[in-house]
């Protein structure tokens, strides 16, 4: 891979000319069915902006203020105060939703379900949240959360949220090493995880992991242990500490700490595989408000959706499009807790079916190994529930996008294919599926509000058809604010290459003739194979489309005849 740019723009070379226009009927339902959301978004950035913020978020102090940027750095209502627990939970309850399912919980081992009402929510999270107020955590502090994904989880950064305290998820395959370097970054005194975890039919031992991820992150004080499986785990008197006893006589009540709309509700580390994770720091209000307009926007929520977002909460998806923006919206959603292919591979449509899921959202990599399995897992189950699909994590190729919309979604449900980041919180690029026309493997426009562009190695616009650095261009309300601990880090990673007005999102991109932008993956992985700049993504699109492979990946090798 090249690092001395010989040529300014990435060469796009595929091209992709089917279009799915909404069809009359969603579009006639849809939540968003005008394209005036853009024109306004455009004409007054910051009061479209405020007007969400008033019907979003439910404050304890309004705010007079929206955005400020002194460059590089934006604040977003700064002045207003909020709790982000209380928006979720106690809003809900008091608009008359307390009897509404939040979660369908799914365990991996057969059978096990649980469903939790708003206000069986809202009772587990203030009993949670006062004793963690007992072990003396409170406003300020960090609390690291290390759990599969089991409903005690969102419970424990809500909970979290209520009381003041910033959360740092881990997710619960990570190692006992990973664990320990991020709670060594944030100083985290209070670890909240669990006995073991299920995972293809096997036990992960999180406990025993987190044990030993303590002998190098000496902050950590006191262990809350959720009993999941039951087992026997190794135990320090004294430092330990069972959920349930935790909580056992713990009241009900638990007033919401007021929140500055810019203290800080977690902390969430990007991957670290070639240098230390980042920690990115993500605030209040503009994150709030942020990851639920754009749920009930781009997914299309009405007040009985089922809503499904696949991933794992340990990932910013999990953050904000399972936890915050979902329960902010008051929506149900389906929780579930083990592997897609547990104990076979129609595990998910049985789940889309038991709950007739509405809205479904997971990443293109478990696609193209649903492709790879065929078709007749998702024929043995009614998915006929389903009216949206949606694609996170990385770019998809073409035809693994079209197998979805057939195969999933009856060829009736839009697939939107969102671009976004840990760094930015919620979606910045992405269809709105009741007013956009569709192209199997773009991700489409801007977000209405959001300022997008695409610039050559020199920082000019390559303008439409040309391909190179995603850049934005102006800031959004779920920016991360800052890397913990470390300032420079990030004016220097997302702002040092074009300027400070200018967040480079480390990803390439193109635009076709019609200003839709195709993602190419990250901007390191761009080989220069005889003068021609070429993105691995889309070679390795080239050959997933044939039937053939389900698979690829593409890394370039030295050539001393045409280059490196």
Known sequence: METEHAHAAIEA???????????????????????????????????????????FIGWFKQPKKTMDWKQPHATWFADGELNVAWNCLDKQVEAGRGGKIAYHWVGEPEGETRDLTYDQLLREVSRLANGLRSLGVGKGDRVGIYMGMVPELPVAMLACARIGAAHVVVFGGFSAES????????????????????????????????????????????????????????????????????VDGQSEDCEAERMNAE????????????????????????????????????????????????????????????????LNNGTTSVLYEGDPAYPDWDRHWEIVERYRVNSYYTAPTLIRSFV?????????????????????????N??????????????????VDTWWQTETGAILITPLPGITPLKPGSATLPFPGILADV????GHSVGLGGGGYLVLKRP???????????????????????????????????????????LLGRI???????????????????????EKVAESAVVSKPDDLVGL
């Open 524 to 546: 390191d992985d761009v080989m220069n194979v005889a003068g021609h700049r070429l993105s691995t993504f889309e070679i390795e699109s080239a050959l997933v489309d044939n």
């Open 179 to 246: 664990l320990a370097e991020r709670m060594r970054d944030t100083g985290a005194r209070v670890l909240i995880t669990q006995d073991e975890g299920w995972r293809k039919g096997s036990k992960v031992p999180l406990k025993r992991n987190a044990d030993d991820a303590a002998e190098e992150a000496p902050d950590l004080e006191r262990f809350v242990v959720l009993r999941r499986t039951g087992d026997d785990v190794p135990w320090i008197e004294g430092r330990d500490v069972w959920w349930d006893d935790l």
């Open 263 to 326: 203290d800080v509700l977690f902390l969430l580390h990007t991957s670290g595989t070639t240098a230390k994770p980042k920690g990115a720091q993500h605030t209040t209000a503009g994150y709030l408000l942020h990851v639920s307009v754009t749920h009930r926007w781009i997914f299309d929520i009405h007040e009985d959706t089922v809503w499904w977002c696949a991933a794992d909460v340990g990932w910013i998806t999990g953050h904000s499009y399972i936890v915050y923006g979902p």
């Open 476 to 518: 959004w309300p779920s920016i991360a604010r800052t890397i913990w601990g470390d300032p420079d880090r990030y004016v220097q990673t997302y702002f040092g290459k074009f300027g400070p007005e200018t967040y480079v999102a480390g990803d390439g991109a193109k635009r076709d003739e019609d200003a839709y932008y195709w």
């Open 372 to 396: 790879k399995m065929g078709p007749e897992y998702p024929a043995r189950h009614d998915l006929s529930s389903l009216r949206l699909l949606g694609t996170v994590g990385e770019p998809i």
């Open 398 to 415: 073409p035809e693994a996008w079209v197998w979805y919309w057939k195969y999933i979604g009856g060829e009736r449900c839009p697939v």
């Open 13 to 55: 070379l595929l091209e992709e000319r089917r279009t799915f226009p909404p069809t009359e009927e969603f579009r006639a339902g849809a939540v968003i069915s005008d394209e005036e959301v853009y024109r306004r978004a455009e004409e007054d950035f910051e009061g479209f902006w405020a007007e969400l913020a008033g019907e």
């Open 455 to 458: 610039l050559d190695e020199h």
